[in-house]
């Protein structure tokens, strides 16, 4: 059969860059090897992708939205005091430029849509619930499907991290469901032909007259070309833990710390706490306190590129992180055969399995620092149990979280839409243990 033609979108996609800009452009390019898909994105990143060897024109078309874009980027940079924190700021603020850009897009492409040039148009970032897509409507109406996401965001903060809440400056993060009343809300939904949700908490929040066009395709994956190396060594004393992620309170790497101290000062565990953030100097007062420092590093922020170098030379990845959307660093490790111990809420609880790594309880911060060491100790006494995870953590990623196996579940979306049959359903081969 022919190859559905699609316009994607992904206003966010940039090879050079990590976080969403680098999912946008990861996924877009699995997806162009599958489909015969054009690519639209935000003027950004041409640069970026005119280096990678893309040609404007032929594989992609950047829009320049900058005059509305770059101002509101200027104004969120202002109210968040160039820290990183503020996040669901930074959202509302996308929310707000987004739609000048679909503006631009669509006086641009509406005539080749109208014309039938293209099957199907399909979002992919941003990859927030909140930002609603103003052409939606417009593609119903002229009768081109319209696949949205996988969109993910809005896992609700646990109970007793009110105090993280207001260091990560989340003041709107109160009043987030009044997205729900925004212009556009409702069209969008009801005018998508599939809605690719990330995450059980995003597609808990999608109204139930909507749930019969969700599909759940977990948000991240990873590229095989980036990660290359594998953990060879075996686990012993000292164990050598390692965090990675931005040093904000959500986080928990505060947690990770305190969890660890006391076997760090028994000589039977070491840390590394990777990433750069309000934190960092926290931690190292507290290592300088505590007189962890023969136990702990704390290098900063480490390139993307050399990660996988941390990440072979640990025995567990340690990632406390109480809010995660996401977790994609939990499928890095992974995918290098480092065994992860997140917290089963959010993201890493999808990810995570049983087989693949450990999962502790969400609860008080007490809790989750009592849960961690008590792993820790256990994982002392026995470090097999971190061996033997790690070649089904690695196979784990491989099956079903690179961005090829990503692209192939989404086309098997594009020809339900397109070709009807029965909705395609991922959770039993990808979160069995969820089902």
Known sequence: MPRPRVLLIAEAANPEWVSVPLEGWSHARAIQGQVDAHL??????????ERAGLVEGREFTSIDSEAVARRLNDWTNKLRGGTKTGWTLSTAAGAIAYPYFEQLLWQQFRDRLRAGDYDLVHRLTPLSPTTPSPIAPKLREIGVPFVWGPINGGVPWPKGFDGARRKEKEWLSYVRDAYRIMPGYR????????????????????????HDRCVYVPENAIEPARFTKQRTRKAGLPLKLIFVGRLVPYKGPDMLLEAAAPLINAGKVTLDIIGDGPLLQPLRDTVSRDGLGNGVRLPGWVKHSELQNWLIDSDL???????????????????????????AYG???????????????????????RSFRELFQRLCTDPNQIDSRSSPAMQRVRDHFT????????????DWVLNGGDKPDFTRQVVPHLR
């Open 317 to 343: 990845f340690a990632f406390p992180s109480v809010r995660e959307f996401g977790g994609a660093v939990a499928l890095e490790a992974m995918a290098v055969g480092l065994p992860p111990a997140v917290i």
């Open 347 to 369: 993201g890493p609880g999808e990810l995570v399995t049983p087989e693949t790594g450990f999962l502790i309880p969400i609860g008080s911060r007490e809790q989750i620092v």
């Open 40 to 49: 639209v994105t935000q003027v950004r990143n041409k640069g970026a992708m």
């Open 403 to 414: 961005w090829d196996a990503k692209a192939r579940q989404v086309t098997r979306v594009y």
């Open 187 to 210: 069209a969008t939904r009801g005018s998508a032909s599939a809605i690719l949700v990330g995450s059980f908490d995003t597609f808990a929040q999608v109204p139930r007259c909507y």
